[in-house]
């Protein structure tokens, strides 16, 4: 059974950081690309960063430069570290593995960033 488990979200002033964590089990970790995506109150859910299992990144360009993904092959985890927030950046953040057509989720973890 695949499970993907995230934490670290919370509620942080505008300027500030916060670091996300996701453990997975139940996948060849090292195989998947994983991801974070998020999804604000009434907005469709959006990618925020990928990291391939060999280190290759991908941003969206509203965090290029705020936000870094990061993985651990050994501890079956996976990172996002948030800096200078915005209220603009409150949403759910949800953890994603995807290999092939096999593309899973985590439950979700809240950020509120307030003005």
């Known amino acids: 059974q695949v499970q993907l488990v995230e934490s670290g979200g919370g509620l942080v002033q505008a300027g500030g950081s916060l670091s996300l964590s996701c453990s997975a089990s139940?996948?060849?970790?090292?195989?998947?690309?994983m991801g974070w995506y998020r999804q604000a109150p009434g907005k469709q859910r959006e990618l925020v960063a990928t990291?391939?299992?060999?280190?290759?990144?991908n941003y969206a360009d509203s965090v290029k430069g705020r936000f870094t993904i990061s993985r651990d092959n050994a501890k079956h985890t996976v990172y996002l570290q948030m800096n200078s927030l915005k209220p603009e950046d409150t949403a759910v953040y949800y953890c994603?593995?995807?290999?092939?057509?096999?593309?899973?989720w985590g439950q979700g973890t809240q950020v509120t960033v307030s003005s």
């Open positions: 994603n593995a995807w290999r092939y057509r096999n593309n899973y």
């Open positions: 139940g996948i060849i970790f090292s195989l998947n690309t």
């Open positions: 990291i391939t299992g060999g280190g290759n990144t």
